[in-house]
């Protein structure tokens, strides 16, 4: 159980294009997923919190008209990078978080975007 | 502010060689304390949450183990494939469901 999916697994694009990734949590429903970022050799940066129904929480330094957030449904969760360039080529892990006071996160196996 | 921080930051074991992977934690209120398993251009796997001081989880050879201001991950008689990055990760009181993440160990565990 606790299975989480991401879209695409890696993707190159062109500098000034948008590129969506999907979240989706499998076989549970869940009200918050997380969205991270990784850089080499580094831990997980949380980049913003969204909730389904609501608009995401956003951490200090995170460009909310850049890294677009949607949390449509209980099991589906967008990241669209906007006007991609290469200093947003990273590593993109979603987690979720299943109902219940267990406060666990389940994670995404992650998104490479490599903006050229 | 609320601070995580894991050592060693690299350990290289031989297979069957057993050892301890330490996380420590600013003492501000902790509400759960999660171990992640991380292979190289993968997302985290989940392995255990620890909610209060004395609690042990085990999972086949690994053992996590946590006090008042830190937690363990025992590693007994590892094999090759236990060889990745371990991650832990704080969810502090008043932080909502925010986990503050250390920056991890790298084991590797050769034969």
């Known amino acids: 159980g606790a299975v989480v999916s991401q879209h695409p697994s890696w993707v190159i694009c062109k500098s000034g294009t948008s590129v969506k990734i999907e979240c989706r949590s499998l076989?549970?429903?869940?009200?918050?997923m997380f969205w991270y970022r990784q850089f080499p050799k580094q831990s997980l940066m949380l980049m913003a919190t969204s909730n389904e129904g609501s608009k995401a929480t956003y951490e200090q330094g995170v460009e909310k008209d850049k890294f677009l957030i949607n949390h449509a449904s209980l099991t589906l969760s967008t990241l669209t990078v906007t006007s991609a360039h290469p200093e947003d080529s990273s590593f993109y892990i979603c987690s979720a978080e299943p109902p219940g006071p267990s406060y666990e996160q389940y994670f995404g196996p992650g998104t490479r975007l490599t903006v050229t | 502010e609320d601070q995580v921080t894991q050592s060693p930051e690299a350990l290289r074991l031989q297979e069957g060689e057993s050892s301890s992977l330490n996380c420590s934690y600013t003492?501000?209120?902790?509400?759960?304390l999660f171990w992640y398993r991380q292979d190289p251009g993968k997302g985290p796997e989940f392995l255990f949450t620890?909610?209060?001081a004395g609690e042990e989880k085990e999972k086949e050879r690994l053992k996590a183990t946590l006090t008042k201001k830190e937690s363990f991950l025992h590693i007994t008689a590892p094999k090759p494939e236990d060889s990745a990055t371990y991650l832990c990760?704080?969810?502090?009181?008043?932080?909502?469901?925010?986990?503050?993440f250390g920056t991890g160990t790298r084991l590797q565990v050769t034969l």
């Open positions: 990760a704080v969810l502090f009181t008043g932080t909502a469901s925010k986990l503050t």
């Open positions: 076989d549970f429903q869940a009200t918050t």
């Open positions: 620890l909610y209060s």
């Open positions: 003492v501000s209120g902790l509400r759960g």
